[in-house]
């Protein structure tokens, strides 16, 4: 146990400051609104949690925007095509949330008539959605009086009692000294925490003089409470190699497939390719042509880093199976993650 009788968290102090300091946010309903009865909607509240997976709020807005506008209730998004909702969430990354996004609508029509279960236990039961995005909507949406821990909270909580160990190793003890705390109005303190971790007690400052819970933080007497939380010793990452290539006809168009439905960018579009190795394998050309080699470009991914080298060629257009011709001006609307844009890039096509 690292955390001993662990003062509970000054939710009054944090829900008057919410109050007056709410971060305006299209999915979210304001403190204001939410006291006059205005309940924020299920559907917004999960699409945005499971955006904000992993990406951040600034990344997120415009994104957000673009999925309800095209999809404004569950039952458009369910009655979408899958590569549809793949190509909007192109750039985002971590795409198997996409496709959970788009299995959980269909679950949520299909199983629960377009309701979304009411309690976090309930809401667990749909694809993709986890202990923290459950808790999440939950809380916000029907005021479950439940703990909910994210990145931001991990935070403020390993500050608020100067957690001596990474995060990681006392999860639980962190989940159970929120819960302690977690008034009536769950929704807006859980929202009015993730505010604080996000404009007041950032990873990198800490603006302690305006922070609510000031008087009862450890980390704070220690005069520099940005030591916590304590990082965990990374493991080094790995690299993978491989090769890309990419195929021109006549006309400039550029041919692409489509990756298996599962696994790493499973669904999302791709030019054809090399596996990923150790070692860079050798290159088999698929399809004859005047191969040339245009460089390397480099991803990160959470748990490797990928160097691809780029080759293309104009090549016939016919003899190719499985996979289709996409004229230049179409790139920008196929669901190229990230990666292969980079790998267009480097032929100049993006």
Known sequence: ????????????????????????????????????????DPYRVWLS??????????????????????WPTVFDLASAPLDSV??????LGYYARARNLHACAQAVLNEHGGEFPQTSVGLQTLPGVGAY?????????????????DGNL???????????????????????????????????FAQAMMDLGATICAPRTAVCMLCPIQPGCVATKTGDPTLYPIKPVKAERPTRKGHAYVMLDSDGDVYLQSRPPKGLLGGMTEVPGSDWAATLPVSHYPAKGDWKHRGQIVHIFTHFRLELEVWSAVVPADGLDGGWWSERMDL?????????RKVLAAVGLE
């Open 86 to 91: 793949l190509k909007e969430w192109a750039g």
């Open 332 to 340: 920008k609307g196929e669901a190229l993650p990230t990666l292969f």
């Open 49 to 70: 949690e499971v955006m904000l997976q992993q990406t951040t709020v600034a990344a997120v807005r415009s994104y957000f925007l673009r999925f309800t506008g095209l």
């Open 133 to 149: 995005t459950s808790a999440a909507i939950a809380a916000i949406c029907f005021d479950e009086q439940t703990a909910v821990l």
């Open 1 to 40: 146990m690292y955390l001993t009788d662990p003062a509970p968290i000054d939710a009054p102090a944090v829900l008057a400051w919410y109050d007056r300091h709410a971060r305006d946010l299209p999915w979210r309903v304001a403190p204001g609104d939410r006291a006059r009865g205005i309940r924020p």
């Open 154 to 188: 991990d935070r403020v909580l390993a500050r608020y009692y100067a957690l001596p160990v990474p995060v990681r190793e006392a999860k639980e003890e962190l989940r159970a000294a929120l819960q302690a705390s977690v008034p009536s109005r769950a929704g807006d």
